[in-house]
T-cell receptor, first 112, second 112 residues
Framework: GQQLNQSPQSMFIQEGEDVSMNCTSSSIFNTWLWYKQDPGEGPVLLIALYKAGELTSNGRLTAQFGITRKDSFLNISASIPSDVGIYFCAGQLRTSYDKVIFGPGTSLSVIP | DSGVTQTPKHLITATGQRVTLRCSPRSGDLSVYWYQQSLDQGLQFLIQ???????AKGNILERFSAQQFPDLHSELNLSSLELGDSALYFC???????????FGNGTRLTVT
């Protein structure tokens, strides 16, 4: 079945640094979603991407839908301590089933 | 606050027992999804409902079942519980099956 890979698995960065993470798949998706999960809470939607090549920003976050439709990227600029958490990508197929598949996550730690 | 409500927040039970987890979707959302997240694991898709009907099944065990009621709330039933069933169970909802998912804060199930 469909599977997503995320890299890096974890990151430790200094406050103020920019962050890049990506998500790849062997399958094509029609929608890419990025979520952030804080400890003990549910994932919160950050950005949704619907078209190949699309570049979308949400504050300091920017995400791109890869041209091949098999990958997506998330960048965080000028990181701050509250950016700490696990970032999940998710791919959605627009089929009769519309399943949403999640990657294993990238754990981000920000050192003040 | 995502608008998705899950109860109970915590559940501790013994092996062999049966539990029911409840989810109320956001107002207006017709689609409900259930995910399992084990310790330090990603989100594993269990099952999806749309307007009362099952739409997609993931890696859901035969011991688990779910349903969505006419008022659109959903219940996930877990029976013959095993230690390995201990996990966070998340419910998510979306307006329709091709819209981004919005997650509740989960039910933490501990099987002893």
């Amino acid at each position: 079945g469909q599977q997503l890979n995320q890299s890096p698995q974890s990151m430790f960065i200094q406050e103020g640094e920019d962050v890049s993470m990506n998500c790849t798949s062997s399958s094509i998706f029609n929608t890419w979603l990025w979520y952030k999960q804080d400890p003990g809470e549910g994932p919160v939607l950050l950005i949704a991407l619907y078209k190949a090549g699309e570049l979308t920003s949400n504050g300091r976050l920017t995400a791109q839908f890869g041209i091949t439709r098999k990958d997506s990227f998330l960048n965080i600029s000028a990181s701050i301590p509250s950016d700490v958490g696990i970032y999940f990508c998710a791919g959605q197929l627009r089929t009769s089933y519309d399943k949403v598949i999640f990657g294993p996550g990238t754990s981000l730690s920000v050192i003040p | 606050d995502s608008g998705v409500t899950q109860t109970p927040k915590h559940l501790i039970t013994a092996t062999g027992q049966r539990v029911t987890l409840r989810c109320s979707p956001r107002s207006g959302d017709l689609s409900v999804y259930w995910y399992q997240q084990s310790l330090d694991q990603g989100l594993q898709f269990l099952i999806q409902y749309y307007n009362g009907e099952e739409r997609a099944k993931g890696n859901i065990l035969e011991r688990f079942s779910a349903q969505q009621f006419p008022d659109l709330h959903s219940e996930l039933n877990l029976s013959s519980l095993e230690l390995g069933d201990s996990a966070l169970y998340f419910c998510a909802s979306s307006v329709e099956t091709r819209s981004p998912l919005h997650f509740g804060n989960g039910t933490r199930l501990t099987v002893t």
